[in-house]
């Protein structure tokens, strides 16, 4: 029987009832996971860059790539519903492309939606896109593409003037018709109150457990990424340890000529090989 997939509407329809799940993908065999375990929603996030393809910033990706792992996504997807993750140049270096951008996402990825981080211009290029008829899911707190604007990779909205401004920020783009918003390292109590407010689901990442639902980098999650570990991530899986192991015991067997068996390799028949004078 056919899945079906996860509309805007019914991640809508959970605020309240119960917590939404959501997850980062980048390629076909982990998004097939992803979905298979019944996950909400999956980010083809930015994070890309940095767990992924080793960079240092997140503003390192562009289009190219985004679109590139958000269509190896979306081909293994069946239910969850997917977001793709508007790089920093597509909308904050050129505004005037956003529109155009976001429909690629939708059109050439077939991703449901895209997600935009805050930013000075943020409410015109939100509001332009939502009009174009794509969903966007809005992302507030720590946002990683300005971390340098924001004083760095540090936990946002800690004094009330800075908490003040993320409620104002949350309810301008609830207004402008954002589908649900993206709480990063905002303090727990804050995140609450932004959650009591709207009327569109929170998901937060170290932003605590009163949102209405929680996303992690996947490659965190499962300990595949060694270079750093924010506080808020648990990991569920020491998955390179694992893997480190398995590629290990794989390394002696081919020096120790365990491996290939005969399980593992294609035969001739005698007379064949006696044609050429093999065997
Ligand atoms: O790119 C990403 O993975 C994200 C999450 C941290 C929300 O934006």
Redesign the pocket.
Same mark, same amino acid.
């Given at each position: 029987m056919e899945e079906k997939k996860i509309t805007v509407g019914d991640i809508l329809a959970q605020k309240g009832k119960r917590k939404i799940t959501m997850l /980062?993908a980048y390629d076909y065999p982990l998004a097939g996971l992803v979905d298979r375990a019944g996950i909400d929603m999956i980010?083809v996030?930015?994070? +890309?860059a940095n767990v992924a393809l080793g960079l240092e910033s /997140?503003t390192q990706v562009g289009m190219a790539e985004m679109l590139h792992h958000a269509k190896a996504v979306t081909r293994a997807v069946k239910r969850s519903l997917v977001v793709g993750?508007m790089p920093y140049e597509s909308y904050q270096v050129h505004p005037q492309e956003s529109v155009k951008n976001a429909r690629r996402f939708i059109e050439e990825a077939r991703c449901d939606a895209v997600?935009l981080?805050w930013f000075d211009n943020c409410l015109d290029v939100t509001a332009k896109i939502i009009q174009a008829g794509i969903p966007v899911m809005g992302?507030i707190g720590l946002t990683?593409q300005t971390a340098d604007k924001i004083g760095g990779f540090k936990v946002q909205g800690k004094d009330a003037q800075a908490a003040q401004r993320l409620i104002t920020q949350a309810l301008e783009l609830e207004k402008l018709g954002c589908f649900a918003l +993206?709480l990063?390292c905002v303090p727990d109590k804050i995140a609450g109150m932004i959650t009591e407010k709207l009327k569109i689901p929170t998901i937060g990442?170290g932003a605590g457990l009163h949102c209405d639902g929680q996303?992690l +980098?996947t490659y965190d999650m499962l300990g595949l990424f060694e270079r750093f570990t924010p506080k808020f991530v648990k990991k569920y899986l020491n998955a390179s340890e694992l893997m480190l192991k398995a590629i290990e015991e794989y390394k002696g067997e081919v020096l120790r000529e365990e491996f290939p068996g005969p399980q593992h390799s294609f035969s001739i028949k005698e007379e064949e090989l006696k044609k050429i004078g093999g065997g």
């Open positions: /980062t980010l996030g930015d994070s +890309v /997140t993750d997600k981080e992302h990683p +993206v990063e990442i996303v +980098v």
